[in-house]
């Protein structure tokens, strides 16, 4: 694989960021992303075994409340029972939970604990993709899929942490999960919207909102 390609936009603009724990980094001039070498990407075997290892109980309540940090801007961005996708929603889904609650019917996808693809043949007046951006091996390839996934006017709502303090990076504790391998800055959602030809807006810290023209392609 030609590691001068970014995996995010696509550009010929990869560069040698950082070196940690036997892993290499490199950050794209375009996008500002920091992504994992190619090469050092973790085996599917490695990634279930991780997440295996997340406890999140769709009833605890302070991971409601980690998870309220995009549902509350979310359900004040949208109409009344919208129709939604949970993309990524792991194997307790605790955010369609919520927003279930708030009387927006759910749907959910997950690679590994809700695998059935059948559910992505259609379209959603908005998907939320939690904790889960970061693990993307492809992932150009992964927008346009989520955006394809979006009606006209459709809202794409994603959480993960921000990338900031390049001093930082080597040493984050975000950057030590193995299976985190993309790591983005707001600048970098910004060149995404702007690829998809999305209205972009930051609601809150580590939320971004990316949302889709009204007109359909």
């Keep these: 694989m030609n590691e001068s390609v970014c995996r ?30 190619a090469q050092q990407l973790p085996s599917h075997e490695t990634q279930l075994q991780k997440y295996l290892q997340h406890e999140n109980d769709p009833q605890d309540i302070r991971y409601r409340e980690f998870l309220n940090r ?17 993309f990524g929603c792991g194997p ?3 955010l369609a939970n919520m927003l279930s609650e708030a009387g927006h019917t759910m749907h959910l996808y997950d ?7 059948a559910v992505l043949d259609q379209q959603f007046d908005f998907v939320t993709c939690t904790e889960v951006v970061e693990h993307f091996h492809q992932p150009h390839a992964e927008f346009t899929r989520l955006v394809a996934l979006l009606k006209p006017s459709g809202l794409l709502a994603l959480m993960t942490n ?6 930082r990076f080597a040493d984050w504790h ?8 993309t790591f983005y800055r707001q600048e970098t959602f910004q060149v995404i919207a702007r690829e998809f030809d999305l209205a972009c807006e930051i609601p809150c810290k580590n939320v971004v909102f990316l949302r889709k023209s009204g007109v359909s392609s």
């Design 70 to 86: 995009v549902a509350a801007p979310l359900l004040a961005a949208l109409p009344p029972k919208q129709v939604g996708l949970d």
């Design 162 to 167: 921000f990338q900031t303090d390049d001093s």
């Design 92 to 94: 307790g889904p605790a």
């Design 174 to 181: 975000y950057r030590r999960d193995a299976t985190h391998v």
């Design 8 to 37: 995010v936009c696509l550009r010929q603009s990869l560069a040698p960021f950082v070196q940690k724990d036997g892993l290499t980094y490199l950050r794209c001039c375009h996008c500002h992303a920091t992504l994992l070498s």
């Design 111 to 117: 690679p590994f604990f809700f695998p059935d693809s």
